[in-house]
């Protein structure tokens, strides 16, 4: 059900996003087919990117909720030890987040500063 939900609402957003993106009238025929062709182009590197982010966003939460669980049983079986823990288990949540950071500066960069513009 959860997993359903979310994928509903993930289509309707990249639904909604994609008329963001449409030409006017005018504007495509005076742009022939290259502008056409630069539209489907930004269209489909936005939900890539939206999609890139999605699973790198899925993946650190899952990342993160098994080290804190971890974390916690092994506070539970040994309190003594829970500073070393704790640390350990921090530094490791900033290594994992990184992931999703890694993932939005690359979509970051295909939305705005895209190196393949000049391919079409």
Do not use: H
């Amino acid at each position: 059900m959860r997993k359903s939900l979310v994928f509903l609402l993930g289509a309707a957003a990249t639904l909604m996003a994609s008329p963001a993106f449409a030409e006017t009238a005018e504007a495509a025929a005076s742009a022939g087919t290259t502008g056409n062709a630069k539209v489907w182009f930004f269209i489909s590197v936005a939900i890539a990117s939206a999609f890139g982010m999605a699973i790198a966003a899925a993946g650190t939460g899952l990342a993160q909720s098994n080290a804190i669980r971890g974390a916690v049983d092994g506070i539970a079986r040994n309190p003594g030890a829970s500073g070393k823990i704790l640390t350990t288990m921090l530094i490791g949540l900033a290594m994992i987040e990184s992931l999703a950071i890694y993932a939005l500066v690359i979509a970051l960069i295909l939305l705005f500063a895209n190196p393949f513009i000049s391919l079409l």
